[in-house]
């Protein structure tokens, strides 16, 4: 797959993870309040879920976002080697 096609589709994934990442820190934030409101166990353990949720998505979309640095960052390197060719040649 080409550079250009691989970062497509990882803005594409990027996009749908942010989207996912706003719910389940709404999520989270939701079920901290209801565990400081109710004090109970249960509520602690899905507030703990939800955080862990989120925390875990916010992880998916730095790991993401990094790759894509990476790919654009050979992009340009590559582009600059094939600028740089065409001045020799």
Do not use: K, P, W
């Not at 004090?39 to 353990?45: C, I, K, P, S």
């Not at 862990?52 to 050979?74: G, K, P, Q, T």
């Amino acid at each position: 797959m080409e550079i250009g096609e691989r970062l497509r589709g990882l803005r594409a994934d990027l996009a749908v993870a942010d989207e996912q990442l706003a719910h389940f820190t709404d999520e989270a934030d939701n079920a901290r309040v209801r565990a400081l409101v109710s004090e109970t166990a249960l509520a602690d353990r899905e507030h703990r879920g939800a955080d862990r949720h989120a925390r875990a998505m916010e992880r998916h979309c730095a790991d993401v976002a990094a790759e894509i640095a990476r790919l654009e960052s050979n992009q340009d390197d590559l582009l600059d080697r094939l600028t740089a060719g065409g001045r020799d040649g």
